[in-house]
């Protein structure tokens, strides 16, 4: 049971790229993000909270995962600006999913996932149809665990789609985890790279380079530069994009409770405006800059 539970976690940590420091075996997670941007008194501040729950079928080996999760977003936009910013400063986003695995031959398993997200500044205080988020994915997944070999494995290999992107097409995703000493183990693929080392049985550190961002409407469409563009270019939401590298350290209080922190720098920081057709109208920062996610997180093994 605990492989096939571990499969589902795996289909939950690659759903969303910005799940991607999830582990395979979360059920629940309370977590604080922050980061300054450089040359400019903006900053950007995350609350996010997510609980799953698997529910085994009658067939072995299958299992539907429900889960939900919150976020809430406060982007400090300080910037001069020919518009208007008071309403642009907070964001919220309510998740509902749904996984389903099943085995398949010669160790594989199957898993797919559907979600509806809702996310937006909500400034006109209900929901539009803009701001619902349609998401999916399928995969496989290779399990060697420590009661197969003596050094653990895993391969996913899959597709997902997301309806914020700019195109009509799902994305490739592949991963390879492999354990190469009885204290270290590496991760290779998208969206998590990453070198684990034990410490002892209660710590762990690694170093990583992963994928982090958000994306919510803006319910009340604006130009964002009324008087100097020739033609209109309306922010119908907003989307920051982040590749960063840094450090991470996790201590485990029990076998199932566990505190861990992030702090490293970006080498990507893209954050702008886009239009109906999800084309880039501002870039509101790009610079690079430090980085700093801590939480607490419950996990099944």
């Known amino acids: ?48 909270t997510f609980f799953n729950y698997p529910i085994e079928l009658k067939k072995e080996g299958s299992y539907l995962v429900p889960g939900i999760e ?20 907070r964001f919220q986003s309510f998740t509902a999913s749904l996984a389903y695995t099943f085995k398949m031959k010669n160790d594989w398993r199957f898993g797919a996932q559907t979600g509806i997200k809702i996310a937006s ?21 290779k399990v060697k665990d420590k009661e197969e070999v003596d050094k653990p494995w895993r391969l996913i290999l899959g597709v997902n789609y997301s309806t914020t992107r700019g195109f009509p097409f ?10 190469f000493s009885p204290d270290w183990s590496f991760s290779v693929g998208v969206p998590k790279s990453n070198l684990r080392y034990a410490v002892s049985k209660k710590s762990t550190l690694q170093a990583f ?17 009324p008087t100097t563009s020739s033609q209109n270019a309306i922010a119908e939401n907003i989307s920051m994009t982040i590749l960063l590298s840094g450090l991470g350290y996790e201590y485990n209080f029990t076998e199932h409770l ?44």
Request: no cysteine.
């Open 70 to 89: 919150y976020r809430n977003v406060n982007f400090k936009y300080e910037d001069p600006e020919f518009f208007e910013t008071s309403n642009l400063d």
């Open 209 to 225: 380079v992963t994928l982090d961002g958000f994306f919510a409407n803006v319910q009340d469409n604006f130009d964002v530069a």
């Open 258 to 301: 566990s505190f861990y922190v992030y702090a490293g720098y970006t080498l990507i920081n893209d954050i702008r405006f886009r239009d109906e057709n999800k084309d880039d109208v501002l870039t509101i920062n790009d610079t690079n800059t430090f980085y700093s996610r801590g939480g607490l997180k419950f996990s099944i093994l």
């Open 170 to 179: 799902p994305l490739p995703v592949i991963n390879y985890f492999r354990e």
């Open 121 to 141: 500044n909500f400034s006109r205080g209900d929901i539009i149809n803009d701001d619902l988020i349609y998401d999916g994915a399928i995969y496989f997944i």
């Open 1 to 48: 049971m605990k492989k096939a539970v571990k499969s589902l976690f795996l289909i939950f940590g690659f759903l969303f790229f910005e799940q991607t420091d999830a582990q395979v075996t979360d059920l629940a997670r309370v977590e604080y993000t922050y980061f300054p941007q450089r040359q400019s008194d903006n900053s950007f501040r995350r609350f996010r």
